[in-house]
C-alpha cells in the first residue's frame, strides 16, 4: 500500500506538544513514522496547517422535532466541512437511544451513511423523561461513548445522583445540561437589560449555576466525573474554577456563539439568535473567554442543533432554541482566541479536539504514530463567506449567515480517506 | 388639514420613534380631536384589518372607531374566530390577510416581537397593538397626548408609573415616549415586578409608595394581572392593595394637581380606590376619548406613509 506524505506543513499536535514544520506520512487508515514509509507519495501542503481532526462533544440533529431537517448524510458533510472528524450525536435521536436495539438500528444508519466518525451518547433516563434511568451498562455495550439526556435537563436530583453513580462503575462520562426549568421555564432570553426592553426573558443565570452547583456537589461528595456542557454564565465559570483548584472532577464545554455573541444581538428578534442557553451579557463572554483559556473550560463543543425553517421562522417566543454551528465553529472560536494573550495553535487545538478525547475517553485528537489517520488541511490565508445557503447542513438556523472568515478548512482526511476532494490532494 | 409626510410603514413601537416624530403624531392627533364626530375621508376606500390574537375591547374598538371616522373599510379577526384555532401559523394568517387585500394590519399578540416578525413577512402596514410585555405604543402616544393636554409640556415633569411593569407592555412604551419628550420616569410597586434592573433602562426604581408619589406630576396605574403571573410574584390581591393600593389617604401623599392615568380595565378597589378613579384628578377617560384621535392619526400616518 502506498504512503502519503503531507510534506512540509505545519503540523499542530497538542498531544505531543509538537508544532513545527514537517512532514506526516500515513498509511491506510494510521498514522506511521518517516522510517516505516516506503513508496510514498508526496503531497505538497507548504503554507497550510495539519492538525488532527475536531472532535465534537456535543452535536444534535434533532430528529425528534419533526420536519425531517437533518440527517447522518447531511451532519456529517457538515462536520467534515467545518474540520471535524468525530462527532458524537446527542440522545434527541428518532428512534430514541435509551436501550441497545434502537442504537443498533442508528449505528446501522451511520454505517450507511456517514462520512466522518459518529460516536453516540446514550440516554441517561429512558425516553429522556427523567423518571427511570436508562440501562446505562447495556447502552455502554451497544457503543455508547457518553451518556445524557441533552438538550434535556435531568430535573430529578435523587435520578441524577444516581444516574452518576452508576455511571462510574463504566467509567462512562455523564453530560449534563445545566438548568434549573422550575427557573427558566419560559426561557426565551437571559434575564439581563436587553431581554427587559424586548419584554422577553425567563432564563437567569441562577437557573444554570444551581445546576452546575449540584453537578460539583455530587461529584465532589461521590469522586466520580461530570461533564457539563454549555455554560454560559459567569457565575458558572468561577464555580467549576473553584471546584477545579480543589480537585473536583469536573469538566466542561462552551459553544462557539457563547463566546462570540451577546444578547444585544437578540434585539430584532431574530430567532437565528434564540439558544439555550440563551446568549448572556458582556461579561459573561468575556469570562467564558478567559476560562477557556485558563483550563476552567475544558473545550469548546458546538451544540450544533438544526432546526427546519418553518419551524424558526415563527414568534420569538414560539421559536425552538438552537443553532447550527459545525461548519463556522472552528473560525469562530480562532476569531475570538486569536484577539486573547496567550493564543497559541496548540491551545486551539487541544480545545477543538484533543481535549474532548480525553473526556470522552475515545481514540482521536492526536498525530501519535499508530493513531487513526484523522486529519485536517487548513488553509490560514484563504478568506471565504459561509453562507447558510451553501452550507452543508439542512439546516439554515445560524447566527453567522453571510460572515466572511479568513483560514479555511481545505481538506479533512478521514480514516486515510480525504473527504473534501481538495484538488490539490486530488492531484497527487 | 392635509396629512403630514410620514416616512415609516410600520408603528413597531415608541422606542423606534424619535421626539420629532411622535409630535407629529400628536399634532396630527389634536387635528382630529377637535373634529371628532365628524367624518373625514382620508382613508376612503382603505381596508385596514384588526388581527387580535389576544382578548381587547378598548383598543380594538378604539382602532374601529378611528378607522371608520376616516371612512376606512374594517375588518376586525379574532383569535377564535380565525384559522389559527386550526394551526394555521400567524405568518399564513398574515399572507392571507393581505393576499385578501388589507391596505394596513392591526395587531394585538401575546409574542413580544410579534409585530416586527409580521412586518418582515407582509408588505402591508403594521400597526403594533400591543405585543407581549414589548410594547404597546398607541397606548403610549394616546398618554402623551392625555398628559400633555393636561399638566402642558412633559419636560422635566416627573411621571410614576406603578403597578405590575415587569410584564407591562404599556409601561415600556410610556417609559421610551416619556423620556424622549423630557420627562423623568420612576417605575414603582412590589420588587418582584418592578426589579431594581429596570435601572438599566434610565429609569428610577421605587418600592416605596410615598416615595414615588410624593414629586410626581402625574402617576399612571396599571392594572394588576393576577391571573398572568403564577402567584409566586406577589402573594395576593389583597396584600398588593394593602401595601400599594392608592386610596384617599395615600392620594395626600400626591402634588395637589397631580394627575392619575390608567390605561384601562381598572380594577376598582385593588390598584385604585373607586372614588379616586372618578375624582377630577383623574384622566382616566379623557385617555379613551383621546384613544380615538391619536389612532386616527397613527392609522392615516402609516396607510398612507411614503416610503422613499
Not at chain 1, 444508519?109 to 446505562?136: H, R, W
Not at chain 1, 501519535?368 to 488541511?377: C, D, F, M, R
Not at chain 2, 403630514?4 to 410603514?9: D, N, S, V
Request: charged share 20%; with cysteine; aromatic share 6%.
Amino acid at each position: 500500500m502506498k504512503t502519503i506524505c503531507i510534506k512540509g506543513g505545519r503540523i499542530i499536535d497538542p498531544s505531543l506538544n509538537r508544532d513545527e514544520i514537517g512532514n506526516l506520512y500515513f498509511n491506510g487508515d494510521k498514522i506511521i513514522d518517516e522510517s516505516d514509509a516506503s513508496n510514498i507519495e508526496y503531497f505538497d501542503a507548504k503554507g497550510l496547517l495539519i492538525f488532527p481532526g475536531l472532535i465534537d462533544l456535543r452535536c444534535h440533529i434533532n430528529d425528534l422535532s419533526g420536519g425531517n431537517c437533518e440527517n447522518i448524510s447531511s451532519v456529517t458533510r457538515a462536520a467534515g466541512a467545518g474540520g471535524y472528524s468525530t462527532v458524537v450525536l446527542m440522545p434527541d435521536l428518532n428512534p430514541i437511544p435509551d436501550n441497545p436495539a434502537t442504537i443498533q438500528f442508528t449505528r446501522d444508519q451511520i454505517n450507511k451513511d456517514a462520512i466522518v466518525n459518529i460516536k453516540l451518547c446514550g440516554n441517561l433516563t429512558k425516553g429522556s423523561k427523567g423518571k427511570e434511568l436508562a440501562p446505562i451498562g447495556s447502552l455502554q455495550n451497544a457503543g455508547v461513548v457518553a451518556i445524557s439526556d441533552s438538550p434535556v435537563s435531568t430535573q430529578n436530583n435523587q435520578i441524577f445522583c444516581k444516574a452518576v453513580e452508576y455511571a462510574s462503575m463504566f467509567e462512562i462520562p455523564v453530560i449534563d445540561i445545566p438548568r434549573d426549568l422550575t427557573l427558566s421555564e419560559n426561557g426565551n432570553a437571559h434575564d439581563g437589560p436587553q431581554a427587559l426592553k424586548m419584554g422577553l426573558g425567563g432564563f437567569p443565570r441562577i437557573a444554570e449555576e444551581l445546576h452546575v452547583q449540584r453537578a460539583i456537589s455530587i461529584s465532589r461528595s461521590l469522586k466520580s466525573s461530570v461533564h457539563l456542557s454549555s455554560i454560559s454564565s459567569i457565575g458558572s465559570v468561577e464555580m467549576i474554577r473553584d471546584a477545579k483548584k480543589k480537585g473536583v472532577s469536573v469538566t466542561a464545554d462552551v459553544t462557539p456563539h457563547h463566546i462570540s455573541l451577546t444578547e444585544n444581538n437578540i434585539s430584532d428578534f431574530n430567532t437565528n439568535f434564540k439558544t439555550s442557553p440563551p446568549l448572556r451579557e458582556e461579561i459573561d463572554r468575556l469570562h467564558l473567554v478567559k476560562a477557556l483559556m485558563d483550563g476552567t473550560i475544558d473545550c469548546v463543543s458546538t451544540a450544533h442543533q438544526p432546526i427546519t425553517e418553518h419551524l424558526k421562522n415563527v414568534e420569538y417566543d414560539l421559536a425552538p432554541s438552537g443553532v447550527i454551528g459545525l461548519e463556522t465553529s472552528l473560525n469562530i472560536s480562532l476569531n475570538i482566541l486569536k484577539q486573547t494573550k496567550g493564543f497559541t495553535w496548540l491551545k486551539l487545538i487541544k480545545i477543538m479536539s484533543t481535549r474532548a478525547a480525553e473526556i470522552l475517553n475515545i481514540s482521536g485528537g492526536t498525530l501519535k504514530k499508530g493513531s487513526h489517520a484523522n486529519i485536517v488541511l487548513f488553509d490560514p490565508l484563504k478568506k471565504w463567506k459561509y453562507t447558510t445557503k451553501n452550507g452543508n447542513s439542512n439546516g439554515k438556523n445560524s447566527p453567522f449567515d453571510n460572515m466572511i472568515f479568513e483560514g479555511k478548512v481545505v481538506e479533512t482526511i478521514i480514516n486515510g480517506e480525504p473527504i473534501l476532494n481538495y484538488k490539490k490532494f486530488i492531484s497527487l | 388639514m392635509e396629512i403630514p409626510t410620514w416616512k415609516k410603514k410600520n408603528l413597531i413601537g415608541v422606542q423606534s420613534l424619535s421626539q420629532s416624530e411622535i409630535r407629529k403624531i400628536l399634532k396630527l392627533a389634536k387635528f382630529f380631536k377637535k373634529s371628532l364626530g365628524t367624518k373625514h375621508n382620508h382613508l376612503k376606500g382603505k381596508r385596514i384589518v384588526n388581527l387580535f390574537m389576544e382578548p381587547s375591547t378598548r383598543t380594538r374598538i378604539a382602532f374601529e372607531v378611528a378607522a371608520k371616522s376616516l371612512q376606512a373599510d374594517v375588518i376586525s379577526i379574532a383569535e377564535k374566530s380565525s384559522s389559527l384555532t386550526k394551526g394555521e401559523t400567524l405568518r399564513d394568517t398574515a399572507l392571507n390577510i393581505q393576499a385578501l387585500g388589507a391596505d394596513a394590519i392591526v395587531l394585538r399578540h401575546s409574542s413580544p416581537g410579534a409585530s416586527l416578525f409580521l412586518s418582515r413577512i407582509v408588505d402591508v402596514p403594521i400597526i403594533n397593538a400591543g405585543d407581549g410585555a414589548h410594547e404597546h405604543p398607541s397606548q403610549a402616544l394616546l398618554d402623551l397626548f392625555t398628559l400633555e393636554e393636561s399638566i402642558g409640556s412633559l419636560e422635566g415633569k416627573k411621571v410614576t408609573i406603578l403597578g405590575d411593569i415587569l410584564f407591562s407592555r404599556v409601561a415600556r412604551s410610556n417609559f421610551w415616549g416619556l423620556s424622549k419628550m423630557g420627562a423623568e420616569i420612576t417605575f414603582a410597586g412590589p420588587s418582584t415586578l418592578v426589579p431594581k434592573s429596570f435601572e438599566s433602562m434610565g429609569a428610577k426604581v421605587s418600592h416605596d409608595l410615598k416615595d414615588s408619589l410624593s414629586e410626581a406630576d402625574a402617576v399612571m396605574l396599571l392594572r394588576i394581572q393576577h391571573e398572568r403571573q403564577s402567584s409566586s410574584h406577589f402573594p395576593s390581591l389583597a396584600e398588593y392593595t394593602r401595601i400599594f393600593g392608592l386610596n384617599k389617604s395615600r392620594a395626600k401623599w400626591l402634588k395637589k394637581d397631580a394627575v392619575i392615568l390608567h390605561p384601562g380595565p381598572i380594577n376598582r378597589g385593588i390598584e385604585i380606590d373607586s372614588e379616586l378613579a372618578d375624582s377630577d384628578n383623574s384622566v382616566i377617560l379623557n385617555q379613551v376619548t383621546n384613544g380615538v384621535a391619536v389612532r386616527m392619526a397613527i392609522l392615516s400616518l402609516c396607510t398612507l406613509s411614503r416610503i422613499e
